[in-house]
């Protein structure tokens, strides 16, 4: 039983990270129909900016301001800076194709996803970096059950951000163009609302929360590769799309879910079916809802 | 551009028999002259791929290896070619009067004879084109999908993997003696000809394979097959790494080298001829159709689900035979060969070439592996060049190269000395 409700605590920190960089996916899926395959490269930028705004403030105001504040500071600046690399995204790679056939698109997304991890690669060379932990440990015991606070923090920081997204998509006016524009791209610039410029500020959510969740990985698993991208952001695209389409919420539940399923799949088999029978789960639920869980039936002309 | 046509023009008139003529007279010389030319140029050695190697590798040598590849190469094509043109001509004229089948089959031999001189200059050679003609199979198969289907599907290298294992194991089992599986149960000597029997059961493990991708996904249009694909790409990957029998994430390895340049070749050609005559068939116009619109397809009397799945299944079959070939011309493989980096590559080769072609099949195939292998000293900084050559193929022209053409082997092997009546036939 302790071991049942630790793993559900690590399966909730472990499928936050999928959760908030598939809600990336998901949004860009929903607004623009296309698949922005750099988003986990995107995810992977987002952490490398974070830890040099970590080790930049840490080595700057350690000493006369609470980690709190500087861990504040380091999500704030690094969101800023990690949008502008969705922008660069959507402007390089999206934009000039727009009315290009969508699987282009994807192409090149996966491209400028290369481009990140071998830049990566050149710029930094393959030194393993530690990404520099912003807050104490805490170890607290529940009956026999671990919890440390960073935990807490990233479960908690993660439900936060997807309510603050899903507030601003409902209620704000920005948001409600990001609605109009994934009901019908083609209609809703002729209203009025540009799709040069809710397009870029998807790509930027998008960017900002998958930052934002480098940060939090750095804290649970400090250690960073050019590689960590593209492994996790495959998995999170899965998720956005097991979602359904543009669906922020369902895109964060199928995030949880796949956390759940690689945490407990090797509490009963060996740790190396994990994949298997992660994505044999998602095989079949597609195959009996192909819509995903709060998709619209929806049949898509592809612009070939 | 308007320059560059005008210097091509007086090479308008040389036919495919012309050009296969000047190639082989500057693949003679390299093979008689190879040696002398390189030394007096200060090369080490023959440049094995038109002296990229060196370029990248020592900038001085940039002179001496342009010189050799003007001197080799590119002036006695030109210069055979043009010169030999009338003669050729009434060559094509007459391999025009002949029936097709046998008209193609003297080019094609006449192909293979100069690749087999010019491969057969050192090993790297051998390796780099088989492996490009391996990829022209697997692009040529994903092609089929990705293009006259218009889907989007990313399990290719899950079914490469399914025809490589399934042919590894077989051969393993029948015809070696390995340590996984011990004696073999076959006399050794029947293998080099039982070998396309076990490609073919290779591609069909992976032709049954795509039936687990293809059953749910095809119930609805749209971007699931992408998702379904994807899943099924890590399931294959992820079942093979834990079945021990087959090596497990050790891989396989000692297949017998069945797959000869000439072995490749044949499938190569092979899969042209039926991947061209099946997208000209019915059912492959039937599959445009329904790319182009299901429900006025349906209405035609198409039957779509049929239609796409029967697309699907073939192209995973020549992908599993082109996993197969693969496997025995490496003679080794591993899970891990078959994961993202192969897709994205695979991916490149078909969008960078063109979508709906096969012309375009062959060069983005030809063109991303040369390129790979050319730019191979600069280690990373291929990793940007290629994805941004990518980038602004796509940017300019979104289908590809050339995309939507029909491969018309007629038009290709046409004299060329007058122009015809409406130009093509």
Same mark, same amino acid.
Request: aromatic share 14%.
């Given at each position: 039983? $302790?071991?049942?409700? *630790?793993?559900?605590?690590?399966?909730?920190?472990?499928?936050?990270?999928?959760?908030?960089?598939?809600?990336?996916?998901?949004?860009?899926?929903?607004?623009?129909?296309?698949?922005?395959?750099?988003?986990? $490269?995107?995810?992977?930028?987002?952490?490398?900016?974070?830890?040099?705004?970590?080790?930049?403030?840490?080595?700057?105001?350690?000493?006369?301001?609470?980690?709190?504040?500087?861990?504040?500071?380091?999500?704030?600046?690094?969101?800023?800076?990690?949008?502008?690399?969705?922008?660069?995204?959507?402007?390089?790679?999206?934009?000039?194709?727009?009315?290009?056939?969508?699987?282009?698109?994807?192409? /090149?997304?996966?491209?400028?996803?290369?481009?990140?991890?071998?830049? %990566?690669?050149?710029?930094?060379?393959?030194?393993?970096?530690?990404?520099?932990?912003?807050?104490?440990?805490?170890?607290? %015991?529940?009956?026999?059950?671990?919890? /440390? %606070?960073?935990?807490?923090?990233?479960?908690?920081?993660?439900?936060?951000?997807?309510?603050?997204?899903?507030?601003?998509?409902?209620?704000?006016?920005?948001?409600?163009?990001?609605?109009?524009?994934?009901? $019908?791209? *083609?209609?809703? =610039?002729?209203?009025?609302?540009?799709?040069?410029?809710?397009?870029?500020?998807?790509?930027?959510?998008?960017?900002?929360?998958?930052?934002?969740?480098?940060?939090?990985?750095? *804290?649970?698993? =400090?250690?960073? $590769?050019?590689?960590?991208?593209?492994?996790?952001?495959?998995?999170?695209?899965?998720?956005?799309?097991?979602?359904?389409?543009?669906?922020?919420?369902?895109?964060?539940?199928?995030?949880?879910?796949?956390?759940?399923?690689?945490?407990?799949?090797?509490?009963?088999?060996?740790s190396t079916f994990r994949d298997l029978i992660a994505y044999s789960i998602i095989l079949v639920i597609l195959t009996f809802r192909p819509r995903g869980f709060f998709g619209m039936a929806h049949s898509t002309q592809l612009r070939l | 551009m308007e320059t560059l046509k005008k210097l091509f023009r007086p090479f308008s008139v040389v036919p495919l028999a012309g050009w296969f003529l000047g190639v082989f007279s500057a693949v003679l010389m390299e093979y008689y002259l190879g040696d002398l030319i390189s030394y007096y140029l200060y090369l080490p050695k023959i440049p094995v791929l038109f002296g990229t190697l060196f370029m990248l590798k020592n900038p001085l040598l940039i002179p001496s290896a342009l010189a050799y590849d003007c001197i080799v190469y590119i002036v006695p094509v030109f210069l055979v070619a043009r010169l030999f043109a009338p003669l050729t001509n009434q060559l094509a004229a007459q391999l025009e009067k002949m029936p097709l089948w046998l008209a193609t089959l003297l080019h094609l031999a006449a192909f293979y004879g100069i690749l087999h001189m010019w491969a057969g200059i050192n090993d790297y050679r051998v390796l780099v084109v088989k492996l490009t003609m391996i990829s022209i199979i697997l692009t040529l198969s994903l092609n089929v999908i990705n293009g006259y289907q218009g889907e989007f599907s990313c399990s290719h290298p899950g079914f490469m993997a399914l025809g490589a294992y399934a042919s590894s194991t077989l051969t393993l089992l029948l015809f070696a003696n390995d340590k996984m599986f011990g004696e073999p149960l076959m006399n050794p000597a029947l293998g080099p000809w039982l070998f396309p029997l076990i490609l073919i059961v290779g591609g069909g493990v992976a032709a049954l394979g795509s039936l687990i991708v293809a059953i749910p996904s095809f119930r609805t249009r749209g971007d699931y097959l992408a998702i379904i694909s994807l899943a099924f790409l890590f399931m294959v990957k992820s079942a093979i790494e834990n079945m021990e029998i087959i090596g497990g994430p050790r891989g396989m390895s000692s297949q017998p080298n069945y797959a000869s340049l000439t072995v490749v070749f044949v499938w190569m050609a092979l899969c042209i001829w039926i991947v061209h005559n099946f997208t000209t068939s019915v059912l492959g116009k039937a599959l445009n159709a329904v790319r182009d619109n299901e429900p006025a397809a349906n209405s035609m009397t198409v039957n779509t689900r049929k239609t796409k799945m029967t697309a699907f299944m073939f192209g995973a079959f020549w992908a599993g035979v082109a996993g197969g070939l693969f496997a025995h011309v490496l003679r080794y493989v591993n899970p891990g060969t078959f994961g993202l980096n192969k897709l994205a590559e695979i991916l490149a080769m078909v969008y960078f070439g063109g979508l709906n072609s096969i012309y375009g099949s062959i060069i983005g195939a030809v063109s991303i592996s040369m390129l790979s292998e050319a730019l191979r000293p600069l280690e990373l900084f291929k990793w940007i060049i290629i994805p941004l050559i990518l980038i602004l193929v796509m940017i300019f022209r979104p289908h590809g190269l050339i995309s939507f053409t029909e491969l018309n082997v007629k038009e290709l092997m046409r004299p060329r000395d007058k122009e015809r009546a409406g130009g093509v036939e």
């Open positions: 039983m $302790d071991i049942f409700l *630790q793993n559900i605590i690590n399966a909730l920190q472990w499928g936050s990270f999928y959760a908030v960089v598939s809600i990336g996916y998901s949004m860009v899926y929903g607004v623009l129909m296309l698949f922005n395959f750099a988003h986990g $490269d995107i995810f992977m930028v987002g952490t490398y900016i974070g830890f040099g705004i970590a080790t930049l403030l840490l080595a700057l105001f350690s000493a006369f301001m609470p980690g709190w504040m500087i861990f504040i500071l380091v999500i704030l600046i690094t969101m800023f800076l990690a949008s502008f690399v969705g922008v660069f995204v959507e402007v390089v790679g999206y934009r000039p194709l727009r009315g290009a056939p969508r699987a282009s698109a994807a192409i /090149t997304g996966l491209m400028i996803g290369i481009i990140f991890e071998t830049g %990566n690669l050149i710029i930094l060379g393959a030194k393993r970096f530690s990404f520099p932990p912003l807050i104490e440990s805490v170890t607290y %015991n529940f009956g026999g059950i671990y919890v /440390t %606070n960073v935990k807490v923090l990233i479960i908690v920081a993660s439900l936060v951000m997807m309510a603050a997204l899903h507030l601003f998509i409902k209620k704000t006016k920005w948001g409600m163009a990001m609605r109009a524009m994934s009901y $019908d791209f *083609q209609a809703v =610039p002729l209203m009025g609302v540009s799709i040069n410029i809710i397009a870029p500020m998807t790509f930027a959510i998008g960017a900002g929360l998958a930052s934002v969740a480098g940060i939090l990985y750095g *804290q649970a698993y =400090p250690v960073l $590769d050019p590689y960590m991208g593209i492994s996790l952001g495959w998995k999170a695209f899965v998720a956005a799309i097991l979602g359904g389409r543009g669906s922020i919420m369902g895109a964060a539940l199928a995030g949880y879910l796949l956390g759940f399923i690689e945490m407990f799949v090797p509490m009963f088999f060996p | -």
